[in-house]
Every structure is written in structure tokens, then in C-alpha cells.
């Protein structure tokens, strides 16, 4: 979680770590992604408050993405009208209910799952399909080369018909 105000990075931090969810906390965007640098993996999901001191909560956002795409990533904000920032990102206006946020990481976190799993598909489908793009290809080759063979005697042939008949 990223806001430049310590007080509410503790706070939230504390009632999610309550509910078990394992919260890293940063005071800036810069110090945000230090920690996706360090760890990509381990980084499920950042929500970042949007305004913040340097790089703003959309700025990180997309700094984040390009780092880890796997990342999900969300903003969040007490200014009203903050959400319409970019309606890609998902958006929690502060003061929030902690069941409400609760209930947007565990959308984010299973939206995210799935579109692992999607992308794993769809890598297992391009290995098959190159194993079999490489197996016709090497049938072709084979091919090829059985029929520059065939062609080769057939010419072997004629020339020695073309020989014979006019040797008589």
C-alpha cells in the first residue's frame, strides 16, 4: 500500500494484517517500486493513494504495470472525483469500510489469478502448437528432400534412356 500520509498506511495496514492479509507499506511511489523491483513475485497487488509528493498514484500505476504485469494494481483517494482519473484502474474513495476493500482485493486478486492462468494457457497452447509447426516442418523437409531424390533418379534415368536410344 502506498500513501504519503503514516497515519493511514498504519491504520489500514493494521485492520488488513487483522483480516490476514500480509500488507508492505511505502510513503512514496519511488519507495513503491524499489519493493516490485526487489520482489515482482511476492507483489500481488498495490493500491496507491493518487495524489501523492513526485510521482503521482497513476504515474505508479503504470510504472508498476511495466515492472510486473502480473501486479494487480489499484488507486484510491479522498478527494472526490479522483475515480474518474482512468476508469481502467479500480478505484476506492477514502474514507472507506474495510469490508468494501476487502472485498476489491479479493476481486483484483482473482481477476488477477485468472488472467494468470489464461496467459499459462495460452503459452502451453504456442509451445504445442510450435512443437507441431516444427514437426510438419521437418516432415516437409523430409518430403523435399524424397522427392529431389525420386527427381534425381528420374533424370539418372531418362539420361540413360536418351543414351541408349541414341547409341542404337
Known sequence: MVDDEPDVLVIVKTMLEAKGIEV?????AQDALSLVARQPREIAL???DVRMPGKSGPQLVREVRELSPSTAVALMSAEPGQEAIDP?????????????????????LARQKRLAI????????????????QAVSDE?????????ELMSGSNKKASIEKETSAGT
Open 46 to 48: 498495490v493500491l496507491s
Open 24 to 28: 508492505l507499506t511505502a510513503a512514496n
Open 118 to 133: 489464461d496467459t499459462q494457457t495460452h503459452v502451453e497452447n504456442a509451445v504445442h502448437l510450435a512443437i507441431e509447426i
Open 88 to 108: 481502467r484502474i479500480p478505484f476506492i474513495q477514502k474514507p472507506f469500510r474495510l469490508n468494501v476493500l476487502i472485498e476489491m482485493i479479493r476481486e483484483l
Open 140 to 148: 516437409s523437409v523430409e518430403l523435399a528432400r524424397e522427392s529431389a
